[in-house]
């Protein structure tokens, strides 16, 4: 069908576009297979409203195959936008909305230079490295692998390893710290996932993290990251060192799975430490799945004493009407509004509007990725109380943590 399509058309190159759903699993695990049939009925049909297209059909459980009709950079430019908006609005299913995401990779199908086979190879390899790289994105197929990928003989080889890491230790934790402005004091450290490989050293989360999800193991990679936070918060407490909040972040697999909360208060009863020492950082998306079930998983981890915060606030698809309805304790305002905040004036207003939302709600407020005194600057005048980022500390080991930020006189941090 894919030659019959090229054959009909007259130009010698076209872009040959696949792509599908991110975690698709997760979504027939918490809402069902017979909603995830729909969902992808739904796409099918959005797509079929496309008129650019060639050739649409649906290569995998939750794969596509497009065929785009393009002569020119513009013209891609303007179908794979149009493409990408199949998914910028959200889905419903029995009166709930669903918020989905996809990868994308593309590549050059010409029927003179090669084979459509291989131009269907390139874009899946394509694909592979926009979800191994943090989904949500396209990705035009490169010769030259990137560094990491090139290190693992196939992805079997990197999920193997990655299995064997959980297994025997090789991850640690950084703790990257957030300062409290109006008093210059640090008031948590997040705990951030790394995989030191016996062979390869040390490898990125952005590589590693998106084959966690994929492969299933990021529901035990999640349960070593909040128990090892534990054990460490309870070893600082032991030594009267470092009396802040731990914030652990918590993937939506790990959210969606039914025994997640009872899964977490087993992990901290275990380990010792109060429930009040620890902060669950969660997306937007993760917790408009299912409104009802978010509810009472967000009652059932605070009425131990556990802080929620919301993070990459401003970037999700989903109705502020869950402020008022969930227990949110705090919004940390997406690195991206931070960034240009200093040249954009839409990202400066944004910043400034969930600055302002957060006090009148009574909400804390932390603008994460600050790496520039002319940021933490307007940060200051717009009132912002707390932020997380280069400008402060880059992630640190535990050790590098207690030299750096231990401090038995309280003095502020300061930051220049």
């Not at 592979?128 to 010769?143: C, E, W």
């Not at 030191?196 to 299933?216: Q, R, V």
């Not at 200093?342 to 009574?362: E, K, P």
Request: net charge negative; with cysteine.
């Amino acid at each position: 069908m894919i030659r019959k399509s090229f054959h009909a058309s007259s130009s010698p190159l076209r872009p040959l576009l696949v792509f599908d759903v991110d975690r698709f699993r997760q979504v027939n695990f918490s809402l069902g297979y017979a909603c995830g049939d729909f969902l992808l009925q739904e796409i099918g049909r959005r797509l079929q409203l496309l008129e650019d297209l060639d050739f649409v059909a649906r290569s995998g459980d939750n794969e596509y195959t497009l065929l785009l009709r393009a002569h020119t950079q513009d013209e891609l430019g303007a179908t794979l936008h149009r493409v990408q908006q199949v998914f910028a609005v959200p889905f419903s299913w029995q009166g709930q909305e669903c918020f989905l995401s996809a990868s994308f990779g593309l590549s050059a199908l010409s029927l003179t230079t090669e084979t459509i086979s291989q131009a269907l190879s390139q874009a899946e390899q394509a694909l592979l490295v926009a979800k191994q790289t943090g989904k949500n994105k396209l990705i035009t197929y490169q010769p030259t692998p990137t560094p990491t990928r090139h290190l693992f003989a196939s992805q079997i080889q990197m999920e193997t390893d990655l299995r064997k890491a959980i297994m025997e230790n090789q991850l640690l934790l950084y703790y990257q710290p957030r300062l409290e402005l109006s008093t210059g004091q640090i008031i948590c450290l997040e705990a951030l996932v790394r995989w030191n490989h016996p062979t390869y050293g040390m490898i990125a989360p952005a590589d590693f993290i998106p084959l966690a999800e994929e492969s299933g193991l990021i529901l035990p990679l999640g349960e070593w990251v909040l128990r090892e936070a534990c054990l460490q918060k309870a070893r600082w407490l032991a030594e009267n060192k470092l009396d802040y909040q731990v914030a652990v972040n918590i993937s939506p697999c790990q959210f969606q799975d039914e025994a997640f909360a009872d899964k977490a208060i087993h992990i901290i009863e275990q380990t010792g430490i109060n429930p009040a020492y620890l902060e669950f950082e969660i997306t937007e998306s993760s917790i408009m799945q299912n409104m009802e079930k978010t509810i009472a998983v967000l009652d059932k981890l605070c009425a131990k004493g556990i802080s929620i915060s919301i993070d990459d606030f401003g970037i999700g698809y989903s109705s502020l009407n869950y402020l008022k309805e969930f227990p949110i304790h705090c919004l940390k305002i997406d690195r991206s509004f931070v960034k240009n905040i200093q040249s954009n004036s839409n990202d400066w207003a944004i910043t400034n509007a969930i600055i302002h939302l957060g006090h009148a709600l009574n909400i804390q407020v932390v603008a994460e990725g600050v790496e520039e005194v002319g940021q933490l600057d307007i940060l200051k005048e717009t009132t912002c109380t707390t932020i997380q980022g280069y400008l402060l500390s880059p992630p640190i080991s535990a050790a590098e943590i207690e030299l750096t930020f231990h401090r038995e006189d309280n003095r502020p941090v300061m930051i220049s």
